[in-house]
């Protein structure tokens, strides 16, 4: 019996950097090639595997057969034990610990790509993730027991180093099965940390609509269950709206909102280098986001 015929991690790569950003143009931007040269790659890859991997859409979307669905894990899983013996051999090995603090709505809508990829170049170390509001976070990064943060604007610590990775404008959150957005006083769901909510509130007054608190909750997250069941709306950011969901249109009569930031944030005295190495693959995952 012949040996089977060996797969190019290289080609394994670009499959999952184009399941990942949902782009081609992407994921030829992240593995240094041209957009034509990664199409080929995808087509000597389904002609090895005989199997259909990818299907383009309408402006440029991409969606994963069902074949495609079963070779992302399993690409992963050999490119991470590909990158692992790379480094092993070719770099020395990093280890130690990074402190990473974020608000839950930032952490699960943006740190798991950029974990995943973190992991997979240094597996020696540990990240550890501390999920709390932002004003908890900067009290944080002010006593040095965080390197790196994540926090929205507005909770930031004076005159301490930021880089903004996202500024927009909030959003009114209403359910998509009932219209709490349509009641008189306006319901709002509001977390008690949080400066959305007091900036959802002027806005409200300025445009001379009634509103009331009707709950409150300790995290952002918190917010989402009373606006599921039709209960109240809330405000966010659009970087994570669960399904059940969705974003109030501006024909339906709320207020528009401010923008607000999401910074990030360095620790005095941040364990180094593997702060910086967490750091720009968060700031690359904002910017795909950004793309999008």
């Known amino acids: 019996m012949s040996n089977p015929t060996g797969i190019d991690p290289d080609l394994l790569r670009s499959f999952a ?18 957009q034509s040269a990664v199409s080929m790659q995808i087509q000597r890859l389904e002609a090895l595997l005989g199997q259909k991997l990818l299907l383009r859409g309408k402006g440029g979307s ?21 990158d692992r013996i790379w480094s092993r051999f070719h770099s020395p090995q990093m280890v130690g610990t990074v402190r990473l603090g974020s608000p839950d709505d930032y952490a699960l809508r943006y740190l798991p790509q950029a974990l995943r990829r973190f992991a997979d170049s240094h597996p ?8 709390l509001p932002s004003n908890e976070l900067g009290v944080k990064l002010m006593e040095g027991s965080l390197d790196l943060s994540l926090i929205s604007e507005g909770n930031e610590p004076k005159r301490w180093p930021a880089e903004t990775l996202w500024r927009g404008p909030l959003q009114w959150i209403t359910s998509e099965r009932y219209a709490p ?41 918190g917010t989402h269950a009373p606006v599921l069941a039709g209960l109240a709306v809330t405000v966010s950011t659009i970087s994570w709206v669960p399904a059940g969901l969705r974003v109030v249109r501006p024909d339906e009569g709320l207020p528009p909102l401010p923008d607000f930031g999401i910074l990030l944030m360095k620790g005095r005295g941040a364990r180094q280098p593997v702060t910086d190495i967490l750091a720009n693959h968060i700031k690359d995952v904002f910017q795909s986001e950004l793309q999008r």
């Open 181 to 221: 957005h349509r009641q008189d006083p306006l319901p709002l769901a509001t977390a008690h940390t949080d400066r959305w909510g007091t900036a959802a509130q002027d806005a409200l007054q300025r445009a001379g609509r009634r509103w009331r608190i009707a709950f409150s909750s300790g995290s952002q997250v």
């Open 124 to 131: 020696a170390v540990e990240v550890e993730v501390e999920c």
């Open 62 to 82: 991409v969606q994963l057969t069902a074949q495609g669905i079963v070779l992302l894990d399993q690409a992963r899983e050999l490119l991470a034990l590909n």
């Open 17 to 34: 950097y184009i399941a990942e950003e949902n782009s081609f143009t992407r994921a030829a931007e992240r593995v240094g090639r041209t």
